[in-house]
T-cell receptor, first 113, second 112 residues
């Protein structure tokens, strides 16, 4: 089946710890995105990547980092600099030159201990 | 930046009823999408609709880009329609990258 997978489903972070969220897609999409969702809110863009080895900051990039070493993978690291990391994190992808529908993964819930 | 406002914020329907959700946006956009987020958090794209009207089963959507709004119609609602409906607009940030700006959503509860 083609789609987007995210892992883990739940993640717990301790004070001062960096954690990495995984996002993998087998849709052969060029573009990938990371969003953050807080309770009762819409999604906000953290980072996006149009092609391998390239990525751009979104609206709320502070305290996060990403890499895009492979077309299929776009991991997100939540660093200790992110002071309020508790949220639901969603990864998405889209084909660059086709209709720009974004397809979403099932999400990762990050909780701070 | 662009503003996206959705109304109503909350909606409770009896099963079988019809409803209309509205999305207003503050500036010209390249495109507009409607999503449904189920109670487990999964987002599903419903419509990709820059203008005009599209229908998919009991759902239909209309976007009037010149007046900067879009409507999502749900007919004969079912309990499985419950969840949050998001409108998201695409702005062209240049270099072929399309970024979505989301509204805060309409939370729909369909009761038996």
């Amino acid at each position: 089946d083609g789609g987007i997978t995210q892992s883990p489903k739940y993640l717990f972070r301790k004070e001062g710890q960096n954690v990495t969220l995984s996002c993998e897609q087998n849709l052969n999409h060029d573009a990938m995105y990371w969003y953050r969702q807080d309770p009762g809110q819409g999604l906000r863009l953290i980072y996006y990547s149009q092609i391998v080895n390239d990525f751009q900051k979104g609206d709320i990039a502070e305290g996060y980092s990403v890499s895009r070493e492979k077309k299929e993978s776009f991991p997100l690291t939540v660093t200790s600099a992110q002071k309020n990391p508790t949220a639901f994190y969603l990864c998405a992808s889209s084909a660059m030159w086709a209709e720009e529908t974004q397809y979403f993964g099932p999400g990762t819930r990050l909780l701070v201990l | 930046g662009i503003q996206v406002e959705q109304s109503p914020p909350d909606l409770i329907l009896q099963e079988g009823a019809n409803s209309t959700l509205r999305c207003n946006f503050s500036d010209s956009v390249n495109n507009l999408q409607w999503f449904h987020q189920n109670p487990w958090g999964q987002l599903i794209n419903l419509f990709y609709i820059p203008s005009g009207t599209k229908q998919n089963g009991r759902l239909s959507a209309t976007t009037v880009a010149t007046e900067r709004y879009s409507l999502l119609y749900i007919s004969s609602s079912q309990t499985t329609d419950s969840g949050v409906y998001f409108c998201a607009v695409e702005r062209d940030s240049g270099a072929g990258s399309y970024q979505l700006t989301f509204g805060k959503g309409t939370k729909l509860s369909v009761i038996p």
